[in-house]
């Protein structure tokens, strides 16, 4: 198995806040702010679109309560800087192969031309394998246009099976660190993000996941947490509902955080960085539809349903 690109819906493998938000943050904070940021109307909110998305028939319970927060509260803060529909048409919003044994749902909204926001994207996909088994995947992202260099939100949760996980939670990068030192200490360094990726590794059934893809490599923050999660040998899948509920949710909603702050204190870039930002993020979306989508979904779905699928996602990251 193989996660290749900080940019995919399929893998390679079978309200706005207070104005006065500080522009610096700690983690004492940090730990305190999911609670204060996202108050419990945001968390339990649905979503007036995107309902088959928020059905997550295959997940667990935990998996599922996740991913409903995560989207819920995501979309809920950022509504005002989004357009009011999804772009994905209905035989998009829900796929599946002949079969009926792999199935899709995919939503997106683009951001309001007034925004930093290109679009935010969701999706599940549920897969059979070769052995009889399925994994489920749900992905979150928030993509940023070029006028802001705050980087891009990105969270995956990979039920490989009922006791093995893959987690994948980052803010990754747009500017390369070793020449934007400064790009280093407000995103990453300021933000005490390292903190949470230690918090998690704590947890004694967590173990870094190594990507066998090197450019994966190179495009995660020095940050990003990637690992897995198997509770095969010690209390099986109760331990995994409680680590996803006790450890991943509440970190995941810490990154959140962060990266909404981040976000909506952004600043607008020059028309000089604005370029150098538009040929990265174009470079990256590229790289994310050769390595995964173009040859994994048509392996999952049949090349029409992919065809369908994949015209929406092109048209979507301008590639």
């Avoid at 610096?24 to 909110?45: L, V």
């Avoid at 935990?62 to 357009?83: G, Q």
């Avoid at 173009?294 to 999952?300: A, H, I, T």
């Amino acid at each position: 198995m193989a996660m290749s690109s900080p940019l995919w819906v399929a893998p390679t493998f079978l309200s706005r806040p207070s104005s006065n938000i500080s522009r610096s943050i700690t983690y004492k904070r940090c730990r305190s702010s999911a609670s204060n940021f996202f108050s419990q109307s945001d968390m339990e909110q649905p979503l007036m679109k995107g309902q088959k998305l928020m059905e997550f028939p295959h997940l667990t319970a935990a998996h599922k309560d996740l991913m409903v927060s995560l989207i819920s509260a995501l979309e809920t803060r950022l509504d005002s800087h989004l357009l009011a529909s999804s772009v994905v048409p209905p035989d998009v919003e829900f796929y599946q192969n002949d079969q009926g044994t792999s199935q899709g749902s995919l939503h997106i909204r683009r951001g309001l031309p007034s925004s930093h926001i290109d679009f935010v994207l969701a999706s599940w996909l549920h897969l059979k394998v070769p052995t009889g088994s399925a994994m489920n995947i749900t992905n979150l992202q928030a993509y940023l246009k070029s006028s802001t260099d705050v980087p891009h939100f990105q969270f995956e949760l990979v039920q490989c099976s009922p006791t093995y996980f893959i987690l994948f939670l980052d803010i990754t990068p747009r500017k390369d660190l070793v020449l934007y030192p400064n790009y280093l200490k407000t995103f990453y360094e300021e933000a005490q993000l390292e903190t949470l990726r230690q918090r998690l590794e704590q947890v004694p059934e967590t173990k870094p996941y190594l990507s066998s893809s090197l450019y994966f490599r190179g495009v995660v923050s020095p940050t990003g947490i990637l690992v897995s999660i198997k509770c095969e040998e010690v209390g099986g899948t109760d331990r995994c509902e409680e680590i996803i509920r006790e450890h991943v949710s509440p970190i995941a909603h810490d990154v959140m955080v962060i990266w909404l702050e981040k976000y909506f204190s952004g600043a607008t870039v020059g028309v000089t960085e604005r370029a150098e930002l538009e040929k990265r993020d174009l470079l990256v979306k590229t790289r994310a539809i050769e390595m995964d989508l173009s040859s994994s979904l048509p392996l999952q779905f049949g090349q029409e349903v992919a065809n369908r699928v994949l015209s929406v996602i092109k048209g979507v990251l301008g590639v």
